[in-house]
C-alpha cells in the first residue's frame, strides 16, 4: 500500500498482518487488514482462539507478528510505545499500593512524579467515580472498583489508543452494564481511539462504532461491520429492532455455534 | 438498659462465651499442674525424672536469681541463634535470588537441590565440627546449615512466580529491567520471603541447641545436658521452659514483623497504612 494516502485520520493500520506461534504450526492470526480512525471505537467480537487477544498484542508491541505490517500513527510498530496503553481482563493493580498509587504507576515508570501527576490522578479517579476509595487498597475493593483503578491507571498513561481486553468479562452482568455506558461516556471525553475485545456481541455492538467479527482456525476477521447509532446511547437501545438486526447478522457471521 | 438500638444480644452472648471458655482454661491449667505438685508428692511420679512444679520454680529462682547462672549461658544461645540464623538467611536469600533469576544456573542445580532437601541437614553437624573445629565457628555454621533451607526456596520461588499477567502490564508501559525487579517482582516475593525467614528463625533455636549438645562449653543446650547428667531434672526443666519462652517471643516477634512489612496481606495492616497514607496526602 502506498503510504503517502495515509490519511491523518488513520491512528492504527494493518496490512496482511499475522502470527503464527510454533514455527507456523499454529495461525493465530491470518491476514488482517483494516484501518482505524481517530476517536473511533472498535469491538472485536468472537469466540476464544479467533485471535482477538493476539491482535491486540501485536497493535500493544507486546509480540512480534510473523507477517504483513501494523502501523499505529504511521510507524511499523516494534516495542510497546507510549501513545499505546492495554488494560486487561485481570485488574494488575500491585497489592500494596493505593488506588493513587496504582494510577500514578505509569507516571512513576517514566520520570518523576510531579504534583501535578498526583492531581490528574486523583481526578481521574473521580471521574471513574471513586471519589472517595483514593488511599483504599485493592483487597478493599470490589472486582468492579478495582477495574475503575485500572481504567484510570490507563488513562493516567495520557496514550490515545486504548486497548482493553475483556476488561469487565469477570465482572457480574449489572456491574458490567454500569461499567461499559461510564466507559463510553470516558472514552468519548479524553477523545481516545479505543480497541475493546469482547466475548459478548449485544456488548460490542453497542459500544462501538465498528464491529471486527473474528473467527477461529485460523483466526481472522471475517467482516467489519459499521455501526451508525447516534451517541449517546441508551441501554434501551439493544431492545429495538434495528440493533437485533445487527446481533442476528453477527451470530450469521460466526456460524453455528451462536 | 439504655435503648433498644445499642442493645445486640449476639454480641453479649460471645462476651459471655468469652468469659465461660477463660474460666475454663482456668481450670484445666490448675488441675493440671495441681495433680503434677500431688502426684510427685505421693510418689505417683517417679521426682527424679519428673520433678514437681514446686521443684521446677525453686530451682529456677535459684538459677536466674540466687546464683543467676542461666544469664551467662541464655545469652551464649541468643547470640549464637543470631549470628547462625542472620549468616543462614543472607545466604539462603542470596543464593535463592541468584538462582531465581538465572534459568541456566536454576536447570543444572535443580537436582542438588533435591537431593539437599531429602537429607536431614543436621546429620552433616559432626562433619562440621570435624573441620571446622570445636569454638562458635562450627556452631555457626551448623545452625547456617539448618535455616538457610527455607529462605532459599521461598525466595527462588517468589522470584520465580512472578504474575504474568503483572509483567506484561510493565512491559506495555515500557518498564525497566530494573524497575520491574524493585517495583514488581520483590514486593510480590515479601510475603512468600518473610514466611521463609519465620521458619528459618525457629529451625535456628533447635539448631544451636544441637550443636550446644555437641559442645557442652556453654549455651542452654549444654545446660540441659549437664543438668540431666547429674540428675538435677528440676534445672533441666527450668532451662526448658526458658526455651518455650524463647520460642513464643521469636514467633510473636516475626508474626509482628511479618504483618508490618507485608502489611497489605492483613487487614489491620491495610487499615493503618491506609488511614497514614491519607494523610501524608491530604488536599486530594
Known amino acids: 500500500m502506498d503510504k503517502s494516502i495515509v490519511s491523518d485520520d488513520v491512528v492504527v493500520r494493518a496490512n496482511g498482518l499475522g502470527k503464527s506461534f510454533g514455527e507456523g504450526a499454529v495461525i493465530a492470526l491470518e491476514k488482517a487488514s483494516f484501518d482505524i480512525k481517530r476517536g473511533s471505537f472498535v469491538s472485536l467480537v468472537g469466540p476464544s482462539g479467533c485471535g482477538k487477544s493476539t491482535l491486540l498484542r501485536l497493535i500493544s508491541g507486546l509480540i512480534e507478528k510473523s507477517s504483513g505490517s501494523v502501523q499505529v500513527h504511521g510507524d511499523e510498530v516494534q516495542a510497546p510505545r507510549p501513545e499505546v496503553a492495554m488494560m486487561f481482563q485481570k485488574a494488575t493493580l500491585l497489592d500494596w499500593r493505593t488506588s493513587l498509587e496504582n494510577v500514578l504507576l505509569p507516571t512513576e515508570l517514566n520520570g518523576n512524579v510531579t504534583r501535578e501527576d498526583e492531581q490528574k490522578a486523583a481526578d481521574l479517579l473521580r471521574l471513574v467515580g471513586l471519589k472517595d476509595f483514593l488511599f483504599s487498597f485493592p483487597s478493599q475493593l470490589s472486582g468492579g472498583m478495582q477495574q475503575r483503578v485500572a481504567l484510570a491507571r490507563l488513562l493516567q498513561t495520557g496514550a490515545d489508543v486504548l486497548l482493553l481486553d475483556e476488561p469487565f468479562g469477570a465482572l457480574d452482568e449489572f456491574t458490567r452494564d454500569r461499567l461499559n455506558v461510564e466507559l463510553m461516556r470516558i472514552v468519548g471525553e479524553v477523545g481516545a481511539t479505543t480497541l475493546f475485545v469482547t466475548h459478548n456481541i449485544t456488548e460490542a455492538i453497542y459500544l462501538a462504532d465498528q464491529v471486527f467479527v473474528m473467527t477461529p482456525r485460523p483466526g481472522r476477521i471475517a467482516e467489519i461491520i459499521n455501526v451508525d447509532f447516534e451517541r449517546p446511547r441508551p441501554l434501551s437501545i439493544q431492545t429495538t429492532p434495528e440493533f437485533n438486526k445487527l446481533v442476528a447478522h453477527v451470530r450469521d457471521v460466526l456460524g453455528e455455534d451462536h | ?284
Not at chain 2, 20 to 28: D, E, S
Not at chain 2, 125 to 151: E, T, Y
Open chain 2, 1 to 284: 438498659m439504655s435503648n433498644s438500638q445499642t442493645f445486640n444480644p449476639a454480641k453479649t452472648n460471645r462476651a459471655h462465651l468469652g468469659r465461660k471458655r477463660a474460666l475454663l482454661h482456668v481450670v484445666i491449667f490448675s488441675t493440671l499442674i495441681v495433680s503434677w505438685e500431688t502426684g510427685s508428692r505421693i510418689g505417683l511420679l517417679d521426682p527424679l525424672f519428673y520433678p514437681s512444679p514446686s521443684s521446677i520454680l525453686n530451682s529456677a529462682w535459684t538459677i536466674y536469681v540466687a546464683n543467676a547462672t542461666i544469664w551467662y549461658h541464655l545469652y551464649a544461645t541468643l547470640g549464637l541463634v543470631f549470628l547462625g540464623f542472620l549468616a543462614g538467611s543472607i545466604f539462603g536469600t542470596g543464593l535463592g535470588a541468584i538462582v531465581g533469576f538465572n534459568s541456566v544456573v536454576r536447570r543444572f542445580l535443580k537436582p542438588y537441590v533435591i537431593v539437599l532437601e531429602a537429607t536431614p541437614r543436621i546429620a552433616v553437624a559432626p562433619l562440621l565440627i570435624a573441620a571446622l573445629g570445636f569454638g562458635s565457628a562450627s556452631k555457626i555454621a551448623i545452625i547456617m546449615l539448618v535455616c538457610f533451607f527455607a529462605p532459599f526456596i521461598n525466595t527462588l520461588s517468589g522470584v520465580v512466580n512472578v504474575n504474568e499477567d503483572k509483567l506484561e502490564l510493565f512491559k506495555s508501559l515500557r518498564a525497566s529491567k530494573l524497575q520491574i525487579l524493585k517495583k514488581l517482582v520483590l514486593p510480590e516475593a515479601i510475603p512468600v520471603m518473610m514466611a521463609g525467614e519465620r521458619l528459618a528463625l525457629t529451625a535456628a533455636l533447635s539448631g544451636a541447641l544441637v550443636a550446644e549438645f555437641i559442645q557442652r562449653d556453654k549455651g542452654l543446650g549444654s545446660m540441659i545436658l549437664i543438668y540431666t547428667r547429674n540428675l538435677n531434672m528440676a534445672s533441666a526443666f527450668a532451662c526448658i521452659f526458658t526455651l518455650t519462652v524463647i520460642g513464643f517471643l521469636i514467633f510473636r516477634g516475626m508474626e509482628w514483623l511479618d504483618h508490618r512489612i507485608a502489611f497489605w496481606k492483613n487487614e489491620a495492616g491495610l487499615a493503618r497504612v491506609s488511614t497514614k497514607r491519607a494523610r501524608k496526602m491530604e488536599g486530594f
